[in-house]
């Protein structure tokens, strides 16, 4: 799950196992310099956490690997311990593969595989590439958790290895996508083009959050955006909560949706009947 759409309705019963990097060699006193060389090569990864989750990041059981970094500041972000990837632990590309070769059969009898969430899972392409390919090679299905803000950094070979794009548009109009996430909107539309065009599955997310998104002009500009895909087969309306305020607290960052209450039943309701207006395949 990427750290922003954390802050949607994703309830913890969802998740059947949290493991932080328990279980993944862990590399903490390399040397700085080495270490930015491998990143760079994607032999190393910095990584927050994984979980073994069941229907939230893709179909079926998954390995969710949540990497560190993210260059948008989104207000209403579950997981800001993810920002920064200097926070994260590094992590053997080769190790991290075999932990995930070890739920083979339990992908295999679910309909399940691997998704790779941040964070934003693109800060670190290479190391994404890397273990896209090597899923690939193990018959294993994969999965993008991402914004789309730096969708360039994805070339068209490690597209070539992705089966599923769970993507965030966290609103429709530009302004309001800057002054939720002090980035531009443009690059998610222009990511998403391309996985439409070649022909990638697109679920898409969006986040519902009372006086941010929830304007009906906003929601019927992302409906907008999101109808030019046909590559979208899923479309998620998430309700916002307060399940990661401690953690802004905890880190001594201001957090500014501390009155804001998460949305009525009604009220996801009426955006999802909204959507689907636009003939998407809300659920």
């Keep these: 799950m990427n750290a922003d759409v954390g802050a949607a309705g994703i309830t913890p019963a969802a998740r059947i196992q949290g493991a932080g990097t328990a279980g993944l060699a862990e590399l903490s006193d390399l040397e700085h310099a080495d270490r930015l060389r491998r990143m760079r090569a994607g032999t190393l990864g910095s990584v927050h956490s994984w979980e073994l989750v069941t229907a939230v990041d893709g179909p079926g059981t998954r390995m969710t690997v949540f990497l560190s970094g993210c260059p948008l500041r989104c207000v209403y972000c579950h997981n800001p311990d993810t920002m920064e990837m200097r926070n994260g632990e590094p992590v053997e590309a080769d190790e991290l593969l075999r ?12 309909g399940g595989g691997l998704t790779l969430s941040g964070g934003e899972v693109l800060m670190q392409p290479a190391f994404t590439a890397r273990i896209l390919h090597g899923a690939k090679q193990m018959g294993i299905h994969t999965a993008l958790d991402t914004s789309g803000f ?57 986040v519902l959050v009372p006086g941010w998104t929830d304007d009906p002009a906003n929601m019927r500009k992302a409906a907008q955006i999101a109808r030019r895909w046909p590559a979208v087969s899923r479309f998620e309306v998430l309700p916002f909560h307060q399940m990661g305020r401690d953690k802004w607290h905890t880190l001594g960052l201001e957090y500014r949706l501390e009155d804001v209450e998460p949305p009525s039943l009604e009220a996801v309701d009426d955006a999802r009947a909204l959507f689907r207006e636009y003939e998407l395949p809300v659920v």
Excluded: E
């Design 99 to 110: 932990r995930i070769g070890r739920y083979r059969k339990v992908f295999r009898a679910t």
């Design 150 to 206: 730096l969708g360039r950094a994805a070339n068209d070979a490690m597209l070539d290895d992705v089966d599923l794009v769970l993507l965030d548009i966290k609103s429709g109009d530009p302004d309001t996508y800057m002054a939720l996430t002090g980035r531009q909107l443009q690059p998610t539309i222009d990511f998403g083009d391309r996985l439409n065009a070649k022909g990638i599955q697109i679920w898409i997310r969006f």
